[in-house]
């Protein structure tokens, strides 16, 4: 049977749609190869939401197919993800060498469309159209594929497909279509799953996790869909941890801040896209809620767990941005004192509203701004994680760090990441440490004892 290479780009939900696939292939006999210089079918599953994105999974193709085709030739390249949704044949067009392009909600059926091209029966294959229930396609899981010193301890689940929101600046509506929400049986017995192979932490994953089941579960006792969810999940034994990614603003109702307080797996954590500081502007892009509302959950979230730990997303550069707007994003930032934060300067996208608004912002301005709120970012979170040196900390143990394998990586509850010298009898256990050092969004600690 062929090996299989998939290069991911972009987002949590990309990732896991990889590991899914690269399930669903290993399941049909396909192994997996360590880099696209070795195997049979090379797949990049690409992201949309900025152009740099896009460009980088091209350019990937394009050195992929000049090397890797030339000595090779019967390798199959193919495309998967959002940008393999929204440029469909057009891929193929720009790049013949291009075999296979796969839409977002035709993931599963990968292994079919290799198949066709390894018999003969077709040679390009471009699918990319809507598919009922497809969202219910994403369960597969490798449970000891990447790290290889322990089965993993901490797993991905999808609870849902495509976003309704419709901001003025995202093309994700587009690319990954209407809100489609598994049912929970499904979602819970996929945990249960997990946990039965040695899982200890879930993260719940969706585009806007918050509108889980909005349209098919009604709310009980005040309850959302997605509290709901977190009950039932939370319900699972053995496992120790909860999480999920990314909620919307709008989502934090009375019901999901008590959860915090309620639920004891559920960490105190959470990443929040604020986006910008200025009401003008959120207004603009659609956002549905204001700055002082957003400030309001910081404050609520922070009552009910005084230490969570706070994320959020930044676009500077919104077209009409101005300096007082900007201003307000820089002091939002300073407010809600974020323990990091992503930052992306506006990539106008095609077919959104927002690329056609008036008064684009020029990039060097875009760049300006983006260098001022990293160094906010930065200040406040070096800051944050100095507070934590010489407290105790909970870790999760998921692994050798990534830069230094001698090294094992943890992670708090509140999310930030802990390295520390351990040995093999560490990984995947749950033990406290004492935090010694503080570096760049990172902590140094030692096992407590
Ligand atoms: N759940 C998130 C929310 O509340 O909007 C959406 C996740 S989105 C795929 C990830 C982040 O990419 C967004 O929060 C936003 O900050 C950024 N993003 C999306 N479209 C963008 C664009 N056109 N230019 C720059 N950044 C963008």
Do not use: W
């Not at 900025?50 to 193709?61: N, V, W």
């Not at 449970?143 to 089965?151: D, M, S, T, V």
């Not at 496992?239 to 309620?262: C, M, N, Q, W």
């Not at 992670?411 to 520390?420: D, E, G």
Request: proline share 5%; aromatic share 6%; charged share 25%.
């Amino acid at each position: 049977m062929p090996s299989v290479f998939i290069k991911t780009y972009g987002c949590q939900m990309n990732e896991r749609d990889s590991e899914a696939v690269a399930a669903q292939l290993v399941a049909k006999g396909y192994s997996l190869a360590p880099s696209e210089a070795v195997a049979d079918v090379v797949l990049l599953n690409t992201c949309s939401v900025r152009d740099m994105a896009e460009q980088k999974a091209i350019g990937k193709m394009q050195n992929i197919a000049a090397d890797v085709r030339r000595h090779r030739p019967d390798v199959v390249l193919g495309f998967m993800g959002c940008m393999a949704q929204s440029r469909g044949q057009r891929l193929i067009d720009q790049l013949p060498d291009v075999d296979l392009v796969v839409g977002t909600q035709k993931f599963h059926r990968t292994a079919d469309y290799l198949d066709e091209i390894f018999s003969g029966r077709r040679e390009k294959i471009v699918e990319t159209g809507a598919e009922q229930g497809s969202e219910g396609a994403i369960k597969e899981h490798i449970l000891n594929g990447a790290r290889q010193h322990a089965a993993p301890v901490t797993g991905f689940v999808s609870i849902m497909q495509g976003c309704n929101q419709y901001c003025t600046f995202c093309i994700v509506p587009y690319t990954r279509g209407e809100e489609r929400s598994r049912t929970m049986a499904d979602i819970v017995a996929e945990c249960r799953e997990l946990v039965r192979g040695g899982v200890k932490e879930i993260t719940l994953l969706g585009q806007i996790v918050t509108s889980y089941g909005k349209r098919d579960i009604p709310a009980r006792d005040g309850k959302s869909a997605f509290v709901q969810l977190l009950e039932a999940v939370h319900e699972i034994e053995g496992l120790e941890r909860i999480r999920f990614t990314s909620p919307h603003p709008k989502g934090y109702g009375a019901d999901l801040v008590e959860a915090y307080a309620l639920l004891p797996k559920l960490c105190p954590s959470a990443h929040v896209p604020a986006q910008t500081g200025s009401d003008r502007i959120l207004k603009a892009m659609h956002r549905g809620y204001t700055r002082a509302r957003y400030l309001e959950i910081v404050r609520q979230l922070r009552r009910v767990q005084p230490a969570i730990g706070l994320t959020t997303d930044i676009i500077v550069g919104f077209p009409g941005e101005t300096e007082e707007d900007f201003a307000e994003t820089l002091s939002l930032v300073d407010e809600a004192q974020f323990d990091n934060a992503y930052l992306f300067k506006y990539s106008p996208r095609r077919d959104t509203p927002a690329a056609t608004m008036p008064d684009q912002v020029p990039d060097a301005l875009k760049e300006q701004r983006h260098a001022r709120v990293l160094e906010e970012v930065n200040a406040i979170g070096l800051r944050r994680y100095a507070e934590q040196v010489g407290r105790k900390a909970e870790i999760l143990v998921e692994g050798p760090s990534k830069k230094n394998p001698a090294r094992l990586m943890g992670r708090t509850r509140c999310n930030k990441i802990v390295l520390f010298d351990g040995g093999p009898r560490h990984l995947g256990q749950l033990m406290v440490v004492n935090i010694t050092r503080a570096g760049s969004f990172t902590l140094y600690g030692d096992p407590a004892g």
